[in-house]
């Protein structure tokens, strides 16, 4: 047999081997499958995720050293940041294929569609703690029953003030929502839109969600006009109230704590009804599934959510104490929760808690960020100039009842979004009570006048009948 021959034969049965082995399904996109070490495990972990920088910097570092030391693997965490409907959307687009491994963050709502979607794997964390979460708390979900989804953190919204500003303007912290409608408050609040900031959105949703669309709509409308300026981040919201260029801001618990442990007179106002779960899931189809597998094991852990602590984070697990050295993230949680040992001690104080409704929110976010954008920011000119309008009048039209219900009206239409019918009808209340007090002074200056004719005609009587009684 020619070389030829022998060296085509020898071709032809080294393809007909290859094609007799079995094939791995190839990935149509994505990252490939990366070697296991002897342990097992992939030496890299890749999360997509909103979550923010310090939080994230923490659990690196304790991750890869837990990795290191209990594991027996050296990991590099890789991250994908993007805001929480971005991380949704690029999980959406890697359909099933993705480049991360875990979905780290973001609302419940958003692990919800993926679930829905068939875009997660379910997976069971082996912690002890972690079968300690109820699946239930307050009638808000904690965790999946079907294990696909499993809860991150605790968030804590409200909004926060800067104490040095208050001071020299001689004014006490605001202890409520409803505090912040006083007109002092003038252009001394700072705020993202809700369409630009998931943290605004759940402020604003909550609002909605707890005093009805209309009650709702009308106080946010009422709560603009003492806004001094709309911000492209929530971000933007804590460093300018931290640097006390506005007073008071819409925000999150976590930035605010940061930065007054950084030295910022800076405290929060927390809603109780503001407090919601962050979501954390492993992706179908991650490509390094083993060591993300073993860093949700890890997450239900002391050590893991003492990290998310020292970030200025709620844990989720009920047994770690928050608790600290003075001026430590912990130390400031805790007074911020009344000195309670954890958020479930804290949230189980209150009456009557209507917890964030996702489904809720959800179902309404297109139309409440297209409202907030084109209602109130667009027209916060028009909306200010009509409510100071009417606040305005209100001192003028009191005690004159035509006057007082025609101001009724006026901000009747400023609660439905009419900004210039409002201020057409709070000028027009203020007219009538013009033409009332021209009216009223009138009829005074004819009393007057009658009153002077009267003494006028007594007086020229009297004379002539004392006339009358000398000739006499």
């Known amino acids: 047999m020619s070389d030829f021959k022998r060296l085509s034969l020898t071709g032809l049965l080294l393809v007909l081997s290859l094609a007799m082995l079995p094939v791995a399904a190839a990935k149509p996109s994505g990252l490939m499958q990366t070697p296991l070490t002897a342990g097992g495990y992939e ?61 780290f963050g973001g609302d419940l709502i958003y692990h919800w569609k993926l679930k829905a979607r068939n875009l997660l794997e379910p997976y069971k964390p082996n912690s002890a703690y972690y079968d300690e979460l109820p699946m239930v708390f307050l009638g808000s979900p904690l965790r999946d029953p079907d294990e696909i989804w499993h809860p991150k953190l605790w968030w804590g919204h409200g909004f926060m003030y800067n104490t040095q500003v208050l001071k020299t303007l001689n004014l006490e912290p605001p202890k409520s929502w409803d505090d912040l409608l006083d007109p002092k408050w003038r252009d001394l609040i700072v705020m993202c839109t809700p369409s630009r900031s998931s943290s605004t959105y759940i402020n604003v949703a909550i609002i909605l969600q707890n005093r009805g669309w209309d009650e709702g709509w009308a106080f946010w409308r009422r709560i603009a006009s003492n806004i001094g300026s709309f911000v492209q981040r929530s971000h933007d919201v804590i460093e300018l109230v931290s640097k006390g260029e506005y007073a008071i801001g819409f925000t999150y618990a976590q930035g605010v704590v940061i930065n007054r442990q950084q030295g910022y007179p800076v405290s929060i106002y927390m809603d109780p009804t503001g407090f919601i779960v962050s979501g954390v899931s492993l992706l179908k189809g991650a490509p390094h599934p083993n060591i993300a597998k073993a860093f949700l094991d890890w997450w239900y852990t002391p050590d893991a959510q003492q990290a998310a602590l020292e970030a200025g984070a709620f844990p989720v697990l009920a047994s770690l104490k928050i608790q600290g050295p003075p001026n430590s993230t ?99 209340a203020e007219n009538i009570v013009t033409q009332e007090k021209a009216r009223q002074e009138m009829i005074t200056n004819i009393a007057i006048a009658v009153v002077v004719i009267i003494i006028i005609v007594a007086a020229v009587i009297l004379v002539i009948r004392r006339k009358k009684s000398v000739k006499s």
């Open 43 to 103: 030496n890299t972990i890749v999360l997509v995720t909103p979550s923010n920088a310090i939080l994230l910097n923490n659990l690196k570092t304790a991750f890869e050293k837990y990795a290191r030391e209990k594991l027996g693997v050296s990991v590099e965490m890789q991250l994908i940041r993007a805001g929480s409907p971005e991380c949704m959307n690029k999980v959406i687009a890697w359909n099933g294929a993705p480049e991360a491994d875990i979905f």
């Open 330 to 428: 912990a130390a400031l949680l805790r007074e911020y929760l009344g000195d309670k040992d954890n958020i479930y001690e804290y949230l189980e104080s209150f009456t009557n808690v209507k917890f964030y409704n996702f489904t809720y929110a959800e179902m309404v976010y297109s139309d409440v960020s297209k409202l907030f954008d084109e209602d109130i920011v667009a027209k916060h000119t028009d909306l200010k100039g009509a409510w100071f309008t009417i606040l305005d009048a209100r001192n003028k039209v009191r005690g004159y009842a035509g006057a007082e219900a025609k101001l009724n009206d006026a901000i009747n239409a400023f609660d439905r979004g009419d900004y210039s019918l409002a201020r057409s009808l709070a000028l027009e």
